[in-house]
């Protein structure tokens, strides 16, 4: 194996990635892990697929404690098709917290996307 293909194996043992899809009719907040003491969260993408159709929905991705930790609703559109977000900033888990969205559709009849995220263990 090159070093040049290393990128391509995908997470380390110690690493979790996961994918949680959502839509307009997705309760709120949705629990996306839950995140133990000493875990860091590495990455994370917020991609939506069909755009939400009411111009008043947003959404958030954080902890119980930092609503908007990753995304605020500020920092996203949902109400455009085909987009995502990405955030590389590394979060270091200090106690068990839950890691969620939050999703305000408003009166949207349509809308769904989903959260790609990878974690490191502690």
């Known amino acids: ?3 040049g293909t290393l990128g391509t194996l995908g997470p380390l043992a110690d690493e979790i990635l996961e994918r949680v ?3 307009f009719a997705t309760p709120s907040p949705l629990t996306l892990y839950n995140l133990e003491a000493g875990d860091e969260l590495l990455e994370t993408t917020l991609v939506i697929g069909t755009a939400f159709d009411d111009a ?3 959404v958030a991705v954080g902890t119980v ?3 908007n930790l990753v995304f605020a609703p500020a ?3 949902i109400g455009k098709a085909d987009c995502q977000w990405v955030s590389s900033r590394k979060y ?3 106690l068990a917290e839950i890691f969620r969205l ?3 559709p408003g009166g ?3 809308g769904a996307g989903y959260v790609l995220f990878r974690i490191r263990r502690a």
């Open 108 to 110: 949207s009849t349509q």
């Open 92 to 94: 270091e888990i200090a």
């Open 1 to 3: 194996m090159s070093l």
């Open 56 to 58: 008043a929905a947003t």
């Open 65 to 67: 404690a930092a609503p």
């Open 102 to 104: 939050l999703l305000t």
């Open 21 to 23: 899809n959502f839509t």
């Open 75 to 77: 920092d996203t559109n």
